[in-house]
């Protein structure tokens, strides 16, 4: 079973609009972590922003802002003021297990495309 | 911030032959280093876990004989791919992980491996 869930292939917005990528998760640990990241043509992979389950607020990190809905087991990414250099691939994975032990579960990725 | 790197940054070897990527951590010590794969247009896939001193922990369905993972030191691991075969060509990414509080992971840049 999917454990991370990415339902959008790709996505085409205007520059300067926002634009919002989704993302629900399954997982029955109470502990747990979500995490976005963009991958540009080049295959880096860039950290964005990161939710843990028992945070009280929505993570926030510059234009990225993460809309965490728990009970719906969601994680949608929010871009603001969207710019040509977001086009790329974003991911959203969950991190499974603790400590050392940990791992992270990516998502089929969602494709961002940003038109002048 | 933590730096990983790879190297080579891509490698082309022909069919049945070997080929080593090493996965760095250049400014701090990394107990756990995972390796993904991702071919073309997918996800990242978790191929195994490497700790130091001891075996990597691979995931399910992927050859341990053929992906030979070496986690020599505490910034150094690298994968081996053995008898490699063009079904092999893929890119390849290391991450490395902190210890201590935070277990954060970072990414290194990705190794292009084509095989002919």
């Known amino acids: 079973a999917q454990k991370i869930t990415q339902t959008q292939p790709g996505m085409f917005v205007q520059e300067k609009e926002a634009v919002t990528l989704d993302c629900t998760y399954d997982?029955?640990?109470?502990?747990?972590?979500l995490f976005w990241y963009k991958q540009p043509s080049s295959g880096e992979m860039i950290f964005l922003i990161y939710q843990g389950s028992y945070d009280q607020q929505n993570a926030t990190e510059g234009r990225y802002s993460l809309n965490f809905q728990k009970a719906r087991k969601s994680a949608n990414l929010v871009i603001s003021a969207s710019q040509l250099g977001d086009s790329a691939m974003y991911f959203c994975?969950?991190?499974?297990?603790?400590?050392?032990?940990?791992?992270?579960?990516f998502g089929q990725g969602t494709r961002l495309t940003i038109n002048p | 911030g933590a730096v990983v790197s790879q190297h080579p940054s891509w490698v082309i070897c022909k069919s049945g032959t070997s080929v080593k990527i090493e996965c760095r951590s250049l400014d701090f010590q990394a107990t756990t280093m995972f390796w993904y794969r991702q071919f073309p247009k997918q996800s990242l896939m978790l191929m195994a876990t490497?700790?130091?001193?001891?075996?990597?922990?691979?995931e399910q369905g992927v050859e341990k004989d053929k992906f030979l993972i070496n986690h020599a030191s505490l910034t150094l691991s690298t994968l081996t791919v053995t008898s490699a075969h063009p079904e092999d060509s893929s890119f390849y990414i290391c991450?490395?992980?902190?210890?201590?509080?935070?277990?954060?992971?970072?990414f290194g840049p990705g190794t292009r491996l084509t095989v002919t």
């Open positions: 490497s700790n130091e001193g001891s075996k990597a922990t691979y």
């Open positions: 991450s490395a992980m902190t210890s201590g509080v935070s277990y954060e992971q970072y």
């Open positions: 994975a969950m991190r499974e297990g603790l400590g050392g032990a940990q791992k992270l579960v």
């Open positions: 997982t029955s640990d109470p502990s747990y972590g």
